[in-house]
T-cell receptor
């Protein structure tokens, strides 16, 4: 298994632009999680899905952030418009049950 | 609300020193517990987990952790660290049957060669 695949690995964008991060979970994993990691706030859960349905999006910072999971093998996290304070590493993780996570390599986002 | 507290934000050790990283959680019910490691520039990887049974769990690379229910603790240990153990270590807790894994703030370990 290739593990959780995220793209792109790095993204540099200008403030105000739309950013889309992508994730392919491990096949057979019913849970998908989006996390954000910063020096100041550590690892924060943004949203998670179960069987493609968003279950808890209370961690999504504001309306500029949205996430979708159109099918079991693909999810996106979109930021529109992006701001410099969104700069962080965004991790996707998947899980067969709710607890044990397998993380992707992350997307390092820089908004200038 | 659940919370996870890691006592040390930064730890510096020399090679061959013993390691113990503290982790305490706030939830009083049955929990599943994890330690993840993040090597520089990499993603989080599972070191070890506790679901039930023997409270002393052994993970990869010589790490172990002990669940002490009365102290709400799950401390990570290694008898002799190596330079390659330089990484950030995260403790995580989820309520059994629950939905959300709570991660600690992480402890950055630097091992001097």
């Amino acid at each position: 298994d290739a593990g959780v695949i995220q793209s792109p690995r790095h993204e540099v964008t200008e403030m105000g632009q739309e950013v889309t991060l992508r994730c392919k979970p491990i096949s057979g994993h019913d849970y998908l999680f989006w996390y954000r990691q910063t020096m100041m706030r550590g690892l924060e859960l943004l949203i998670y899905f179960n069987n493609n349905v968003p279950i808890d999006d209370s961690g999504m910072p504001e309306d500029r952030f949205s996430a979708k999971m159109p099918n079991a093998s693909f999810s996106t996290l979109k930021i529109q418009p992006s701001e410099p304070r969104d700069s962080a590493v965004y991790f996707c993780a998947s899980s067969r049950d709710r607890s044990l996570h397998t993380f992707g390599s992350g997307t390092r986002l820089t908004v200038v | 609300a659940q919370s996870v507290s890691q006592h040390n934000h930064h730890v510096i050790l020399s090679e061959a020193a013993s390691l113990e990283l503290g982790c305490n959680y706030s939830y009083g019910g049955t929990v599943n517990l994890f330690w993840y490691v993040q090597y520089p520039g990499q993603h989080l990887q599972l070191l070890l987990k506790y679901f039930s049974g023997d409270p002393l769990v052994k993970g990869i690379k010589g790490f172990e952790a002990e669940f002490i229910k009365s102290k709400f603790s799950f401390n990570l240990r290694k008898p002799s660290v190596q330079w390659s153990d330089t990484a950030e270590y995260f403790c995580a807790v989820v309520r059994s049957g629950g939905f959300k894994t709570i991660f600690g703030a992480g402890t950055r370990l630097f091992v001097k060669a």
